[in-house]
């Protein structure tokens, strides 16, 4: 089991950019494939990234591709999300989960462990 903490979220006006941090504990992240999640109210939890684990390679979500960074600090057992031109419909709570399972990446169902999320508003 891995411990997750997230910071770094906020509000922001469109355009603006939001570096979102997930600290990892009890475990080494980079044996874990990582992934950030959203959920705007009313809404259901969406992926928005993953980076695999023990390598660089990411997926996206077509929403925040070409937007969004997902990368990793393996020294402070901290993943990273950079989110760049941000819209309103980025608003929502954001999710770091950790997996190391076989499952789909792309599946929430698949992450065992989440952290406690954090709020990013991106105002018009």
């Known amino acids: 089991q891995v411990q997750l903490v997230e910071s770094g979220g906020g509000s922001v006006q469109a355009g603006g950019s939001l570096r979102l941090s997930c600290a990892a504990s009890?475990?080494?992240?980079?044996?874990?494939?990582m992934g950030w999640f959203r959920q705007a109210p009313g809404k259901e939890r969406e992926f928005v990234a993953v980076l695999i684990r023990s390598t660089t390679r990411s997926y996206y979500a077509d929403s925040v591709k070409g937007r969004f960074t997902i990368d990793r600090d393996n020294a402070k057992n901290t993943v990273y999300l950079q989110m760049n031109s941000l819209k309103p419909e980025d608003t929502a709570v954001y999710y770091c989960?950790?997996?190391?399972?076989?499952?789909?990446?792309?599946?929430?169902?698949?992450?065992?462990?989440w952290g406690q999320g954090t709020q990013v508003t991106v105002s018009s």
């Open positions: 009890g475990r080494t992240a980079s044996t874990y494939t």
């Open positions: 989960a950790a997996k190391n399972n076989l499952g789909s990446i792309f599946s929430g169902s698949e992450y065992a462990d």
